[in-house]
């Protein structure tokens, strides 16, 4: 099963800000180079784009966690 992991350490955003929608919600296709989730490191935000294309996308990392370079942020199927 693919995933996609942190490519940093930091905090795990799966949306740009509360008033937003969040960029993927389970189940969603996910094509190379969707923006999935933001990494916030000492205040400056960085995309997390797919490397990989999946029919559905499974999150196993929540908002707002704090997360190691590698970790995993979601699965695809």
Same mark, same amino acid.
């Given at each position: 099963?693919? *995933? =996609? ?18 960029? $993927?919600?389970d ?7 969707? *923006? =999935?989730?933001? =990494?916030?490191?000492? $205040?400056?935000?960085?995309?997390? $784009?797919?490397? *990989? ?7 196993v ?13 979601a699965?695809?199927?």
């Amino acid at each position: 099963m693919p *995933v =996609i992991q942190s490519p940093l350490p930091g905090t795990f955003y799966r949306w740009s800000s509360p008033e937003t929608p969040p960029f $993927k919600v389970d189940g969603d296709a996910v094509a190379v180079g969707d *923006v =999935i989730g933001l =990494i916030e490191v000492m $205040k400056s935000f960085h995309e997390v $784009k797919s490397e *990989v294309a999946g029919s559905a996308i499974t999150f196993v990392t929540d908002n707002e966690e704090p997360v190691m370079a590698g970790a995993v942020l979601a699965e695809l199927s």
